[in-house]
């Protein structure tokens, strides 16, 4: 029998991933930024065993049938020459399918704790091509999760590269977390109805590219006001194609631009602060980690003290047990 425990950060996007080029690959249409938190982790342990008849998986104490994380398992499987069926099981530090990105951290975790528990060697897997693909094709998104920081995600071949290191910039992130429970469409499904539909999805991808130039940039300079400023260009712009979809694919609701006029007021105050939404109502306020007390007592006045979730820089996915 083999054992693993691995641990993942959530990730945020700040340069949005939204829209697929290959659906069976997983590969995107466009690429990202984003920055892997420390304090939103998923923590998974995955052990093989010979007794097992079928993969096992309990998340967050209740067990579930997802076949995203056999194909996994199975992938790990065939690379290490593994048979044995696994049992697996994950606690998300962030509410399940609510637009937080926990299937991000989740992938991350998942995989990371597999490959060293089929023997792999968890520290040059970020390294393999075909370790990257497996995390990928489990979410999206998920290989961001992997490396520390702010991380770019390239759409050609779908690697993740390092732009500045966790303990770099003393960056944070508020999350005012505005419903509970799950979302009322996947961003698999999002995207998918997007692409198909929006007559701005062409026009999305096309000026992707001149926000991810803008970003790095902003990024190597360590200049949050222009990091802020194109980071909520590609939310607006992300959300503007969605709603544009037929049927509207909306997933803020009014409480959503609530906070964003907050955050605006926010800066007319010279307090450096930026918005973010993803696929959920939920939003998110980049801000310098001196600034953090001042963004979290506003959203503290929109939303319950409990709702409002901080973190900083994170670092990658990584064997913690
Ligand atoms: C809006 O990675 O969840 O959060 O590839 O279908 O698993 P799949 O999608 P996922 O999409 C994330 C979309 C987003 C933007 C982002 O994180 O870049």
Redesign the pocket.
Known sequence: MRRATAEAGINI?LI???GKRDAAE?LPDVG?I?LTLDDLVTRTTVRFDPALERDRFVLDGQPRDDARVVQLLDGIRAIAGVMHRASVTSKNGVPTASGL?S??SGAAALATAAWAAAGLDPDTAVDDPRFIDLVRKG????PRSLLGGLVELEKTRGRVQQLCAEDAWDLRMLVARLTKGPKKTS??AG?ALTKQTSPYYAPWVESHPADLVEARAAIVDRDLPRLGAVMERSTCRMHACMLAADPPLRYWRGITLDVADAVEDLRAQGIGAWYTM??GPHVKVLCAAADADQVRATLQSLVPPEDVLEAGPGPGARIVD
Do not use: I
């Open positions: 996007a949005k991933y939204w997983n990202s984003s990105a299937s991000a979410s999206g998104s998920a961003s698999r995207m993803d696929a």
